[in-house]
């Protein structure tokens, strides 16, 4: 009878605890990811690499009167930080991936981005919208030194280690459940 219990228990734990790393991986923010400094050319666009959870996610840009200098995911607040070192007023042309950062409503539409520069907040122009990718230009003012854009999601929202983890959990507690259940029959 013991030697059950202390089965059940293990089992209870365990599925608590990976619960618990489901919910808090999927909680706590990977405060930044930092873009490289370094762009590729390709024709008149570059693209600047952004290190989101250890991955790259390219992102292609053309920008007029400046240049970018660093590229930041915020996660927890689904927005692109773009730090521009301005020498004129000019426009910056952005490619955004709609499987690296979107911005949608509740019923899955298309959202307008919240864009500020420098804090303050500015309009952007959509200049393409496909499934692929959504392509914005932002106007700016020489001195500029950061454009922010906030969108709904910024990708990766749950890696395929909280979808394991998740299935692990609900198949602890349905093994739990069964079992117990079988337990409780056999004691009447």
């Not at 995911?73 to 499987?99: F, Q, V």
């Not at 950062?101 to 496909?130: C, H, R, W």
């Amino acid at each position: 009878m013991r030697m059950i219990y202390k089965k059940y228990m293990f089992l209870s734990v365990f599925s608590a605890f990976c619960l618990l790393v489901l919910f808090s991986s999927s909680m706590i923010p990977a405060t930044q990811a930092q873009g490289n400094n370094g762009t590729q050319a390709q024709g008149n666009n570059s693209t600047v690499d952004v290190q989101i959870d250890g991955k790259s996610y390219p992102i292609t840009y053309n920008i007029t009167g400046g240049e970018i200098s660093n590229v930041t995911a915020m996660k927890e607040n689904s927005t692109l930080l773009i730090d521009i070192a301005t020498n004129d007023d000019g426009t910056l042309i952005l490619e955004l991936p709609r499987n690296i950062m979107d911005s949608k409503n509740p019923q899955n539409e298309d959202e307008d981005y919240i864009l500020f520069a420098d804090g303050i907040q500015t309009g952007a122009d959509q200049i393409v919208t496909n499934n692929q990718v959504r392509t914005l230009s932002v106007d700016f003012d020489n001195g500029v030194e950061q454009i922010e854009i906030a969108g709904t999601r910024i990708v990766p929202e749950f890696g395929p280690l909280s979808a394991l983890l998740l299935a692990v959990g609900v198949l602890g507690v349905l093994a739990i459940t069964a079992k117990l259940t079988k337990f409780r029959m056999f004691r009447n």
